[in-house]
């Protein structure tokens, strides 16, 4: 499974992106999908999980009430949406996913994206 990050760009605080996660020619209904960001300096830290069937969504408290996890019908694709960007929000974001027989959010991911750089700045 090899999957896609896109959508990400340098843009204001209060500004909003939609990040997407794609793995072309394959199903992400069966996985749990986690976005995960790392900025310069600290851990990497994971927003948001959406469970196998997108059952449940699971948010950081830091990106709680901002941003929004959703999957498109055919479960071929998983999208961040981020809205009120905050400066503390720049990171590199990336989605993984991993084969899930039930509907939580595991702790390791077996397949990673590369990546897509989101940067608020004023």
């Known amino acids: 499974v090899q999957l896609q990050a896109s959508g990400g760009g340098l843009v204001q605080p209060g500004d909003s992106l939609r990040l997407s996660c794609s793995a072309p020619?394959?199903?992400?209904?069966?996985?749990?999908v986690r976005w995960f960001r790392q900025a310069p300096g600290k851990e990497r830290e994971g927003v948001a999980c959406?469970?196998?069937?997108?059952?449940?969504?699971y948010y950081a408290d830091s990106v709680k009430g901002r941003f929004t996890l959703s999957r498109d019908i055919a479960k071929k694709s998983v999208f961040l949406q981020m809205n009120n960007l905050q400066p503390e929000d720049t990171a590199v974001y990336y989605c993984a996913a991993v084969y899930s027989r039930d509907f939580t959010c595991p702790k390791n991911y077996t397949y990673w994206g590369q990546g897509t750089q989101v940067t608020v700045s004023s």
């Open positions: 020619g394959f199903t992400l209904a069966n996985y749990a």
């Open positions: 959406s469970s196998r069937g997108n059952r449940s969504t």
